[in-house]
């Protein structure tokens, strides 16, 4: 979170990049997220911590240290990647539509097992166990596999455009994606309304629990255009487990995921997401301006202008306008 305001001190002082010391011990190197995603223009390293501990001490001690890097990197634009959307057609509202998603690309110095192969096996399972059950939903479900969400969420984004005038119909809409640590409930993206109801739909899968949800709305991953377009949504609030320390790093694989408790959390999404498909009364989507108070009155502006979103926001660029 301190990355904006360092970039913007570099670019004041006319830097030609930043050398990061990466915040994990035992020289792991991951992906550092540079503020302005896209739009950055400095060159960024990440230095594994002990290499940049040495440097530290070195330049403390009035050495003048040079750093020569050769980074391979293909540019040019534009790049095209695909969404996967399958779904089980609603058996007496099939317009009406509920989302259960997670994103399939990942950054590549590990093989991105916890971000986020583990949540796309997740939506997989729920889809493949209530085919195997025979279950038919009121409402149609889609099973979303989001491209683009490390680069600025653009799969989920794209969706949200190309379906702009069925939102109205799209009655809820959730991501996965922080590893497989257990799900202890959901974030109800500024929204109260959302939170019994979500406690209703996870009693059956009680025994997994405890659950509690929490009213927070933030960017986080591909939940996020939908609540910008005031349709219900949801991010599963996950332990962190092993997701924290590998976060984009090269030790996100696949010996890092906990199968087992896997298995559970996908119970878990099916309970919610089984819950929306069948109740008979839907959440309603919100206005503009009620959407625009939850932005301005709780902490998501701030992290909407930590990840260059809100201009976007504020020039009716992406989000439900007043
Ligand atoms: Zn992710």
């Given at each position: 979170?301190?990355?904006?305001?360092?970039?913007?001190?570099?670019?004041?002082?006319?830097?030609?990049?930043?050398?990061?010391?990466?915040?994990?011990?035992?020289?792991?190197?991951?992906?550092?997220?540079?503020?302005?995603?896209?739009?950055?223009?400095?060159?960024?390293?990440?230095?594994?911590?002990?290499d940049?501990?040495?440097?530290?001490?070195l330049?403390?001690?009035?050495?003048?240290?040079?750093?020569?890097?050769?980074?391979?990197?293909e540019?040019?634009?534009?790049?095209?990647?695909?969404?996967?959307?399958?779904?089980?057609?609603?058996?007496?509202?099939?317009?009406e539509?509920?989302?259960?998603g997670?994103?399939?690309?990942?950054?590549?110095?590990?093989?991105?097992?916890?971000?986020?192969?583990?949540?796309?096996?997740?939506?997989?399972?729920v889809?493949?166990?209530?085919?195997r059950?025979?279950?038919?939903?009121?409402?149609?479900?889609?099973?979303?596999?989001w491209?683009?969400?490390?680069q600025g969420l653009?799969?989920?984004?794209?969706?949200?455009?190309?379906?702009?005038?069925?939102l109205?119909?799209h009655?809820?809409?959730?991501?996965?994606?922080t590893?497989?640590?257990?799900?202890?409930?959901?974030?109800t993206?500024?929204?109260?309304?959302?939170?019994?109801?979500?406690?209703?739909?996870?009693?059956p899968?009680?025994?997994?629990?405890?659950?509690?949800?929490?009213?927070?709305?933030?960017?986080?991953?591909?939940?996020?255009?939908?609540?910008?377009?005031?349709?219900p949504?949801?991010?599963?609030?996950?332990?962190?487990?092993?997701?924290g320390?590998?976060?984009?790093?090269?030790?996100?694989?696949?010996?890092?995921?906990?199968a087992?408790?896997l298995?559970?959390?996908?119970?878990i999404?099916?309970?919610?997401?089984?819950?929306?498909?069948n109740?008979?009364?839907?959440?309603?989507?919100?206005?503009?301006?009620?959407?625009?108070a939850?932005?301005?009155?709780?902490?998501?502006?701030?992290?909407?202008?930590?990840?260059?979103?809100?201009?976007?926001?504020t020039?009716?660029?992406?989000g439900r306008?007043?």
């Amino acid at each position: 979170m301190a990355a904006a305001a360092i970039e913007q001190r570099a670019r004041v002082a006319r830097a030609l990049g930043i050398a990061w010391m990466s915040s994990r011990p035992h020289d792991l190197l991951y992906r550092h997220n540079a503020a302005l995603g896209p739009k950055n223009d400095l060159v960024l390293v990440t230095l594994g911590r002990e290499d940049a501990g040495r440097a530290v001490r070195l330049l403390r001690g009035g050495k003048r240290l040079e750093l020569t890097a050769k980074i391979e990197l293909e540019s040019g634009l534009p790049r095209s990647a695909e969404n996967v959307i399958g779904e089980i057609r609603g058996s007496d509202r099939p317009d009406e539509v509920v989302i259960v998603g997670a994103h399939l690309d990942s950054w590549d110095l590990g093989t991105g097992t916890l971000d986020n192969g583990c949540n796309v096996a997740l939506v997989i399972d729920v889809a493949r166990q209530m085919k195997r059950l025979g279950l038919a939903p009121r409402r149609t479900i889609r099973f979303a596999l989001w491209n683009g969400e490390e680069q600025g969420l653009y799969g989920s984004l794209g969706y949200v455009k190309k379906h702009a005038a069925e939102l109205d119909k799209h009655v809820m809409a959730a991501s996965f994606d922080t590893g497989t640590g257990r799900i202890q409930g959901f974030l109800t993206g500024g929204r109260a309304d959302l939170m019994p109801v979500v406690d209703e739909f996870l009693r059956p899968v009680a025994g997994l629990g405890p659950f509690t949800q929490v009213n927070f709305a933030t960017p986080g991953t591909d939940h996020y255009d939908f609540m910008m377009e005031g349709v219900p949504s949801l991010m599963a609030d996950q332990e962190s487990a092993t997701y924290g320390p590998n976060y984009h790093a090269r030790s996100d694989t696949f010996d890092k995921a906990d199968a087992r408790q896997l298995k559970l959390n996908a119970a878990i999404a099916g309970a919610v997401t089984w819950g929306f498909a069948n109740r008979d009364k839907a959440l309603p989507r919100l206005s503009g301006t009620e959407v625009e108070a939850i932005v301005e009155k709780t902490d998501l502006k701030g992290l909407m202008q930590a990840f260059d979103l809100y201009d976007d926001y504020t020039a009716g660029r992406r989000g439900r306008r007043p």
